[in-house]
C-alpha cells in the first residue's frame, strides 16, 4: 500500500525546537518532490515548505523560514521538517504530501494523515 | 506572493444540485491550479490537477475550468459524499498558496 506516515508531533513550549519526520511506502521515494503542509484547527491550509527528488530547489513559507528546514533521505524513503525557535501560531497539524514525478508540478497528489503540533506555555 | 481568492466561502445545495465554486489569482498563473476536496477529520485529496485534468479515480461528476486568473470547479449532479470543504491552489511559483475555502453543506 502507498503511504506517508508523520510523526514527532507533540505539545511543546514556545521558543523550544521539534523534529517532524514523514516515512513514505510502496512508493520510489527518490523520484518524487515532497512538501509539508500544515492546518490550524479549523483553519484553511497552509503549504510550509517543499523540496524536489534530490533537494536541489528548496522553498519555504515566509512565515517560517529562517526557523524551519525541510530535508530528506532518500535511501530511507524519509522526510523530515526541523523546526526552531516555536510559536504559538505554528500550533497546526501538519501533513507530509507527495509531488508528481517531474520536478515542473507542484501539487500534491497523496498526503498523510497528518501529526498535530502545539505550541503552548 | 500570489493571493487566492475563492467565492463562496460556504454554500448550501441539494442532493442532485450542480455546484460551481470560484476561485482568482491575484496575477496570471496560466493552469497551474489545482483542487482538493477535505472532509472533517482527513487529510485532503487530490481531485484536478492543471485547472481540468481529473486525478484517476475521481468521479466524472468533478470538473475544473479556467486559465489565467479566473478557475471554477464544477460538481454536476451532487452526491452525499461529495458534502466538504474544497480548497484551490497555485502552484505557478513558489510559495505555494491556497485559496481560503468553500464548505459545501447539506440543504
Known amino acids: 500500500e502507498v503511504q506517508l506516515v508523520e510523526s514527532g508531533g507533540a505539545l511543546i513550549q514556545p521558543g523550544r525546537s521539534l523534529r517532524l519526520s514523514c516515512a513514505a511506502s510502496g512508493l520510489t521515494f527518490e523520484e518524487y518532490a515532497m512538501h509539508w503542509v500544515r492546518q490550524a484547527p479549523g483553519k484553511g491550509l497552509e503549504w510550509v515548505s517543499g523540496l524536489n527528488w534530490n533537494s536541489a530547489t528548496i522553498a519555504y513559507a515566509d512565515s517560517v523560514k529562517g526557523r524551519f528546514t525541510i530535508s530528506r533521505d532518500n535511501a530511507k524513503k524519509s522526510l523530515y521538517l526541523q523546526m526552531n525557535s516555536l510559536r504559538p501560531e505554528d500550533t497546526a497539524f501538519y501533513y507530509c504530501?507527495?509531488?508528481?514525478?517531474?520536478?515542473?508540478?507542484?501539487?500534491?497528489?497523496?498526503w498523510g494523515r497528518g501529526t498535530l503540533v502545539t505550541v503552548s506555555s | 506572493d500570489i493571493q487566492m481568492t475563492q467565492s463562496p466561502s460556504s454554500l448550501s445545495s441539494s442532493v442532485g444540485d450542480r455546484v460551481t465554486i470560484s476561485c482568482r489569482a491575484s496575477q496570471s498563473i496560466s493552469i497551474y491550479l489545482n483542487w482538493y476536496q477535505q472532509k472533517p477529520g482527513k487529510a485532503p485529496k487530490l481531485l484536478i490537477a492543471g485547472a481540468s485534468s481529473l486525478e484517476r479515480g475521481v468521479p466524472s461528476r468533478f470538473s475544473g475550468s479556467g486559465s489565467g486568473t479566473d478557475f471554477t470547479l464544477t460538481i454536476s449532479n451532487l452526491q452525499p459524499e461529495d458534502f466538504a470543504t474544497y480548497y484551490c491552489q497555485q502552484s505557478y511559483s513558489f510559495p505555494l498558496t491556497f485559496g481560503g475555502g468553500t464548505k459545501v453543506e447539506i440543504k
Open positions: 504530501a507527495k509531488g508528481p514525478v517531474g520536478d515542473s508540478y507542484w501539487y500534491f497528489d497523496l
